[in-house]
């Protein structure tokens, strides 16, 4: 799977708050992959996206979650693996494993056809992945060489299910008929019906195609192949590639029968099949890091080695056709004078013939030389220009030129994902032909591990970042008062994808990955804000230390306090809806009116002294006796109060005073 470009504006775009899109790797009918982050998992996982014109669709959106079901219900090492299904707004997604590798067909595209024990190799993994799906009631429906992933590391899976439905079920309308045409099952053409059989046909016509080269019914139109799949016999491979031995042949033919009764079962019979006939050839399935799908050529032929299959030894004796011992020499005769001439005469006669011959020979060797070195594989050609193409379009024109294009992959900020960086040799340069050039292809931004925020500087975060290819702007570092951090030090970061909008963001003040491109924003610490509270501050000066905070004066409102000084500073907030402290904010104040008064409560005149004292100490006032009013005794009656001793101001009840005024009563001893 080789990722493509295009500018496609999911990329970069987080899925379900928990996949984050890295660049699109294949588009099909229904739904298009791409290779995204598992940013829970930290994994790289395929993303398959439904179509957003399919969204709505009911009969395809249950076709793509029957897909993940299906898929998720077979634990196989040759199947690929479903990890999650999910919706995300308009997308319905599915989350696989990610195969970095190349598929079936790009193989083939390469090698045309291949050796028979690759293709042995192929079809007993792709075989056990099948009979497992089989085993599980599932049909695949759409078994062909796109859909066979070969990863770098050897291993060979089948994947996209996103046909496959329960054998039970396996009735579908004649027109909506579903998989590739050249790989459909008869039954599919003239009744519109399926089952593991159907994908035992359509592995018949695969084997075919990596035997033969090419796929066995060609036609301008679909209707004509799919006519001749419902009319005509597959041939032998053997009759296009002599080297396909007998027990293959016989094993196309078995799969590819018309009627599906006289086909394999399932794909359990054709593996069993396969593997009978892998100890007949003496060939191993086995596919390793050391030993990678080329394009050699290994010929091999029925040899006499017990039985065994092995490389065809050719002689110089036998490519001559001679006998071993070479030709038998005739006996002597005698001969005479006139027989002596004659020799003499046709030696003569065949010298020149021979010299005649000899120049003939050099002069087609000088033409097929200069032919050779000046236009023919000899010639030097000079390396196209490929910078910024698809690697699919540059590997074409490198093969137009008569060159071989070899795929590394690199990081890259600026070409887009799919694309070529550079090329070895550069362009314009003069090889050989048939010489490799490698080409430098795009995985996009490069992946990097943001470290925390705790502790750093913006000096510090700044560097960091720079270094790890994350861009910081001016407008994109704030200020604001934090009683937690010191002035000068980070106390929080976010990230912005590259390409993403500025909503779409995540926090980073612990570890995070990000990529090159990315953008950050910061929030720095100018150390805490001025307390106005806490030491005692009228509105005058609070005024001045606000405005030297690079902050202004909102409201300022009046409320009595028991603790703070009349004319002081109660309260300061700041006027924006997340209440931070920062540089432009406006700050509202409240200043101390001080103690509120509180109101001299009625009964007290002609109350007794015991009840009047009670009652004005527990409205909060201080009570004594007017000099004169000194009388003791019990029976002691309130007639008056006032502000000082007998000459001080009269109370009266309803006035307001403030807390602890002390009131004088006045008292008389009742008789």
């Not at 995204?36 to 009969?59: C, F, P, Y």
């Not at 137009?400 to 990081?411: C, F, G, I, Q, S």
Request: aromatic share 4%; net charge negative; with cysteine.
């Amino acid at each position: 799977m080789s990722p493509t470009q295009p500018n496609d504006p999911l990329i970069g775009r987080l899925v379900d708050g928990r996949y984050r899109v890295r660049a699109r790797i294949a588009r099909g009918g229904m739904a298009t992959v791409y290779v995204a982050t598992d940013l829970r998992l930290e994994r790289r996982v395929a993303l398959k996206v439904m179509h957003a014109h399919l969204s709505d669709d009911t009969v395809f959106q249950g076709r793509f979650i029957q897909e993940a079901r299906a898929a998720a219900r077979l634990a196989d090492p040759h199947v690929v693996n479903v990890f999650d299904q999910g919706q995300d707004g308009e997308l319905a997604y599915l989350v696989m494993e990610y195969l970095p590798g190349i598929t079936l067909r790009e193989l083939l595209k390469e090698q045309r056809r291949l050796s028979i024990a690759q293709t042995i190799t192929v079809m007993d993994a792709i075989l056990s992945g099948l009979a497992a799906a089989h085993r599980a009631d599932i049909v695949h429906r759409d078994v062909k060489p796109e859909n066979v992933l070969l990863a770098e590391d050897g291993r060979i899976k089948i994947g996209d299910f996103g046909l496959a439905r329960a054998t039970t079920a396996n009735t579908a309308s004649g027109a909506q008929l579903m998989g590739t045409i050249a790989y459909l099952a008869p039954e599919l053409v003239t009744r519109g019906t399926a089952d593991a059989r159907s994908d035992i046909y359509s592995l018949g016509i695969m084997l075919y195609e990596m035997l033969a080269g090419e796929q066995p019914y060609r036609g301008e139109q679909p209707m004509q192949i799919a006519f001749q799949h419902a009319t005509d016999s597959v041939p032998r491979p053997s009759a296009k590639n002599p080297g396909v031995p007998e027990q293959l042949d016989e094993l196309v033919l078995w799969a590819t029968e018309k009627e599906p009764d006289a086909r394999p079962l399932d794909a359990q019979v054709m593996l069993d099949q396969l593997r009978e006939i892998e100890r007949e050839l003496g060939i191993a399935p086995a596919v390793t890091d050391d030993e990678p799908f080329t394009n050699q050529t290994v010929i091999l032929d029925e040899y006499d080695t017990g039985g065994h299959t092995s490389v065809l030894p050719v002689t110089g004796a036998m490519s001559l056709g001679l006998n071993a011992t070479g030709p038998t020499a005739p006996p002597a005769v005698a001969a005479d004078n006139a027989t002596r001439l004659r020799r003499v005469t046709v030696r003569r006669r065949r010298r020149s013939v021979v010299a005649l011959l000899l120049v003939l020979i050099l002069a087609v060797a000088a033409g097929g030389a200069g032919w050779f070195f000046g236009s023919g594989p000899g010639s030097n050609v000079a390396v196209p220009a490929v910078v910024g193409e698809t690697y699919e379009t540059a590997s074409a024109r490198l093969a137009d030129t008569n060159l071989v294009a070899k795929r590394t992959e690199a990081p890259s900020l600026d070409i887009a994902p799919g694309s070529v960086i550079s090329s070895d040799p550069k362009a314009g340069t003069s090889v050989k032909k048939d010489s490799v050039v490698t080409l430098v292809v795009s995985t996009g931004p490069q992946q990097v591990s943001v470290p925390t925020t705790a502790g750093q500087t913006q000096e510090s975060i700044t560097a960091t970042l720079k270094e790890l290819g994350i861009a910081l702007p001016a407008d994109k570092i704030d200020t604001e008062y934090n009683a937690e951090k010191a002035a000068g030090e980070v106390i929080w970061m976010v990230i912005y994808p590259r390409g993403g909008g500025e909503t779409d963001y995540f926090q980073c003040g612990d570890t995070c990955t990000a990529f090159a491109g990315d953008t950050a924003r910061i929030w720095v610490s100018l150390g805490p804000v001025v307390d106005l509270v806490s030491t005692p501050t009228n509105l005058e000066d609070a005024r001045k230390a606000i405005t030297d905070q690079q902050m202004t004066v909102g409201t300022v409102t009046e409320t009595y306090s028991n603790d703070v000084a009349e004319g002081n500073i109660v309260a300061m907030s700041n006027n924006q809806e997340d209440g931070i402290y920062r540089p432009g904010a406006e700050v509202a104040l409240t200043v101390s009116l001080g103690p509120e008064p509180i109101t001299v409560p009625s009964g007290i005149i002609g109350a007794s002294r015991t009840d009047a004292e009670n009652i004005l100490r527990n409205a909060g006032f201080n009570v004594d006796y007017a000099s004169i009013s000194i009388i003791s005794g019990d029976n002691l009656e309130v007639t008056g109060m006032r502000l000082g001793d007998s000459g001080g101001q009269a109370i009266e009840s309803g006035q307001s005073y403030l807390p602890g005024t002390t009131i004088y009563l006045q008292v008389k001893l009742v008789i």
